[in-house]
């Protein structure tokens, strides 16, 4: 079992940064592939960023390319999604998943684990 603890959503204006962290616990909880998912009123789950298991492999989903990385700390059993540039469109309920495997992945059915979602609003 993998637990997931997500913090650092909130109220931006747009053009701020946001920081969210996942941190981890639980078998495991280093070896594996993270990612971020978001969610938006009335739209479904969609990819934002994944990151192997040892943070040297990192895919994106294009409207955040550019904006948006995924950094992780291993020794501190947590992963980041850094959003610079934040625009209206960005704001969602954003998620943390891991994956029982050490490659990235797109697809949520590729996670096992999730965490229990942190709001992101950006205002104009």
């Known amino acids: 079992q993998v637990q997931l603890v997500e913090s650092g959503g909130g109220l931006v204006q747009a053009g701020a940064s946001l920081r969210l962290s996942c941190t981890a616990s639980g078998r495991a909880s280093s070896s594996i592939a993270m990612g971020w998912f978001r969610q938006a009123p009335g739209k479904e789950r969609e990819f934002v960023a994944s990151?192997?298991?040892?943070?040297?492999?990192?895919i994106y989903e294009d409207s955040v390319k550019g904006r948006f990385t995924i950094p992780r700390d291993n020794l501190k059993n947590t992963v980041y999604l850094q959003m610079n540039s934040l625009k209206p469109e960005d704001t969602a309920v954003y998620y943390c998943a891991a994956r029982v495997e050490f490659d990235t992945s797109s697809r949520a059915l590729g996670y096992r684990y999730w965490g229990q979602g942190t709001q992101v609003t950006v205002s104009s």
């Open positions: 990151i192997n298991w040892a943070g040297r492999s990192t």
